[in-house]
């Protein structure tokens, strides 16, 4: 194999050899590579490994690269004299550039392509005309300004001119906890600092604090994240200290503290939603298209900085050094300098570090003030390997699922980076990193959105509907559907199911589904784009007019975080959607979390028989065009399988699309998640010896085998399905021709009469109040008696019927209630618990009465707490619906416990974290149930769900601050809306009549 086998935290990370790629297998697979054993299992793994397009790196020459970034050395001056400055600046240095010199470059610089324009020294902002210039750069149509500052005289500068606030940020240098950055910026720097950045962020501009890591703050990265959250900003950048300026005689940080410090920065910086940049921008390496090879700097190509002595440099860490200079009077002369050739001729195939496809030879600039050299010899490169290989495998065990030999992650499945020329990239300089929405997405969304407002023809489809299908659509809502096939008519939807449209656009799928599955149905259709959503609700309501009734609903959301409950869905289907994806893992495991158990996947998209070129995949037009994310078919089975489906099944197959040599096709495919179901005994009937179903299970002639009945069902024509006394049930009856009499007759036996099949759904919607079945008063028994819960056909113990007789058990009771609850909890930002209360009793799927409001409780006071600012544990939401619909209805009569008063402790419990052997924790939980029960017991009065979880709730609130130090709302205006359906109301007495 063409693989080199590293090992990260006892996680096996597979690295090209001569390109780049790579992929991590689960322990099985793992074994299965190094032993090699030729098995079937061996072979069928190495099929599913992919090589990246091209297999062998080879350098392109002579390159031309469009000119990105200019830099401009404004000043060496400063208002501070820093410990560790790279320039040894101070007010004492006078080099500056001239006016007319920076303007004469600007120009030149906006010539070859140049938008983006950095000011740094120095302190740039103690340049008496920096207003001046700011304005001549943004006097250029399409210019962005970005000033690397100390801070410190921000307010003082800007107060008087307002500046367009999307066009001029600012990167603000922050040196550790005030203490630390004192000791190296002066003393009071910090609060100078502090009162400048209010006025910035109240002025509007955006700006990202840097911090250089060195050995005296090293050890504060964490308590610094509540620092810069403190000060507003959202971004933090690291800095690589430099052995320069007047650090020149300190020596490096050790690499193993430094990565344990950024590791540790990295996870709080998650939880506080702060972006580290150099771990987007290190994202954006590891996590690019299959084959993307970086290789070298941008510096000195698409990016130059002129000096403060007028001189051109590769990037302004190397202003002044003198052997970096580029000669020529201008700056198209300097990018064709003797230095600029040597760094376009620099290439990572020179160097032997296994990463070094990926990380491109690491930094010119630590490179060079190290070593001498463009690349290969950055002192931090290990480090930046270390952090690289810890993002893979961090990424990787989220997918470790799979029992049998299978792949967990491989380069491409995630996308933080779309655009290398060629399928080539060069690294940053690490000064400054902009970071945002990837290229891939950002181009994706633009390109819809605009399909969705004018249609585009160059997105091509191939099928059309036959007039049936679209008889109930309005003509105007008609429309050439953008996609490569028709998921709709291979999913075989039938009359009540659920199904889930994927990337619904217009929504034309949906509206041919909502005929196919009725009034008893549902149709959901997710989109990205308000756009494309307001025409399908606006399609909807005609749609909806012409059929009757109204079962369209249509959701915004990405794909690989859907905003719907778990186990909703029939069936899922996608129209040339999933390729679009820049998580193709995550958007598997959320397509497998969406459908009911035994639910069908079914899609129509573009896939390629090998794998697509790194030039290809880095396109955002072809990406826009379903063809840069198209997968192998190879690596899709791979994804389905690894995702936990089976049955996976290839329906058809059409030419779509030749790109650069490259054939790209239409494939519809359908796949199931698994169901538990019977095993039923076969007999492999067919031409081989054996029939390999999969991993585990060969089918050998003649033998008898136990394989799932649905798999049996599907491979019938391959084999006899045994019944009874090894009958075979799948081939048509024949008269036995052997005439020996049986050894005893067969006994005639009388029919049984079985139990009237029971619908695992409501025929007729349930009812709201009293007897769900008919609506007929409650009967409370104070003995328990066997009944059959009239949905599930259960027979349990119950001391609660209605007058006829009808019993519902709590789980059916509840069934549909606890995936509405799920569902608005998880798509509300609602703060007041009152007024979300309010509006999921609203739902017609909530009753009046019933243990639903036994897990509503918790369920309200986990979701109010997150939406108000609290961390959450997770699956909090989940924890709370299952702890909560455990208490049984009727607990407040037959326990003497209210189900709300339990609610109010199972959701202080799961946010203080308790458990039978915490004490506090224990404690303060145990103590708000007291609270609420007994205020509950204060009333003389029969149940009634409504007052019960109102006065629980408000409790809730009054105690929030001082167990949770969160306040909960509870302020919302609340009136009792149910009394003509409570006969047991306790009238004025009670407090919400």
Known sequence: ???????????????????????????????????????????????????????????????????????????????????????????????????????????????????????????????????????????????????????????????????ERSRVQFQISLDGLPNEHDAIRGKG????????????????????????????????????????????????????????????????????????????????????????????????????????????????????????????????????????????????????????????????ISLTSPLRFILGGGDLDHSFAHAKTFMGNDPYEAFLEKLSLWLITQEAQRYDTQEEAALCLEMGDILYSCGAHEGVAHTHANCLIATGESASLSFVKSFYHDAALADKEDILNPICYEESY?????????????????????????????????????????????????KSGQVIGVDMLDSMLSLASEGAQAVSENLGFNNLTFKKGYLEAMPLGEGIADVITSNCVLNLSTHKRKLFAEIFRVLKEGGRLVVSDVVCDEEASAW??????????????????????????????????????????????????????????????????????GVGESLHVDDTTVLFKGVKTKIPQSLAQHLSAELFILGDKGNVSNQEEQVCACAIAPEEAPKKELPKVANAFKATFSMAPKQTHNCMVCKTPLVYATVEQTHTCHYCGETKSTSVTCKEGHYVCDACHSKEALVVIEHLCESTQEKDMLKLFKHIRSHPSIPKHGPEHHAMVPAIIVTAYKNSGGSVPENALKTALS????????????????????????????????????????????????????????????????????????????LSETFLHVKLEAMADFKCDQKKFNQYCYGKQCPIF
């Open 470 to 518: 679209i008889e109930h659509i309005p003509q105007q809502y008609r429309f050439r559907g953008y996609g490569c096939g028709s998921p709709i008519l291979e999913a075989n939807l039938t009359l009540g199911e659920s199904m889930v449209d994927l990337g619904s656009g217009r929504g034309i799928e949906c509206f041919i589904a909502s005929k196919f599955v009725g």
């Open 616 to 685: 290809i995949r880095n396109d955002a037009k072809l990406s826009g065009e379903c063809i840069a994310g198209a997968l192998t078919q190879t690596h899709l089975v791979g994804l389905l399988r690894e995702s936990g489906f089976e049955r996976i099944e290839f329906l058809k197959r059409f030419f779509y699309r030749e790109v650069k040599g490259h054939t790209f096709y239409s494939l519809s495919f359908r796949a199931y998640k698994p169901k538990a179901e019977p095993l039923v005994e076969v007999i492999y009937k």
């Open 189 to 348: 720097s910090f609060e100078k600092l502090k009162d400048n950045l209010a006025w910035l962020k109240a002025e509007g501009y955006t700006f990202s604090l840097s911090t250089c890591v060195h050995p005296s703050n090293v050890h504060v990265l964490e308590p610094l994240l509540e620092v810069v959250k403190a000060l507003g900003a959202t971004h933090l950048h690291l800095l690589w200290h430099f052995l320069r300026g007047r650090d020149e005689d300190k020596a490096y940080i050790d690499m193993d503290v430094l990565f344990e410090a950024v590791v540790r920065l990295c996870e709080k910086a998650q939880r506080h939603g702060i972006v580290i940049d150099n771990i987007e921008a290190l994202k954006t390496q590891v996590f690019a298209p299959k084959g993307t090879v970086h290789d070298g700097s941008s510096s000195g190509r698409s990016s130059i900085a002129l000096g403060y002595d007028g001189k051109f440099y590769p990037s302004a860490a190397m202003v002044g050094e003198e052997a970096l200079c580029m000669q020529g009077s201008n700056m198209k002369e300097a990018l064709k300098s003797d230095v600029a050739k040597r760094i376009a001729e620099a290439s990572v």
């Open 883 to 958: 702890r909560g619909s455990g208490v049984i209805g009727g607990s407040c009569g037959f326990l003497g416990m209210c189900g709300a008063a339990s609610g109010v402790g199972i959701g202080f419990a799961i946010l203080l974290q308790s458990s039978p052997v915490t004490t506090t924790s224990r404690q303060a939980a145990q103590q708000v149930t007291h609270a609420v029960l007994g205020e509950i017991a204060t009333y003389e009065a029969a149940r009634c769900c409504n007052r019960e979880v109102w006065t629980a709730l408000s409790i809730a609130s009054k």
């Open 1 to 163: 194999m063409n693989w080199q086998r590293l090992v990260f935290n006892d996680k096996a990370v597979y690295v090209h050899k001569t390109s780049a790629d790579w992929f991590v297998p689960n322990t099985k697979a793992d074994a299965l590579l190094q032993c090699a054993d030729g098995s079937i299992a061996h072979q069928k793994l190495l099929s599913r490994i992919a090589k990246p397009n091209p297999e062998v790196y080879t350098p392109a020459l002579h390159v031309n690269t469009p000119l990105h970034e200019f830099w401009i050395h404004v000043t060496n001056r400063c208002n501070l004299s820093c410990t560790h400055c790279l320039f040894s600046s101070s007010p004492k240095e006078k080099d500056t550039l001239s006016h007319e010199t920076m303007l004469q470059h600007i120009n030149g610089a906006y010539s070859l392509g140049c938008r983006l324009f950095v000011l740094s020294g120095g302190e740039p902002l103690v340049y008496p005309k920096i207003i001046e210039l700011i304005e001549s750069i943004l006097s250029h149509v399409g210019t962005s300004v970005v000033i690397l500052t100390n801070g410190l005289l921000l307010e003082k500068v800007f107060t008087c001119k307002d500046f």
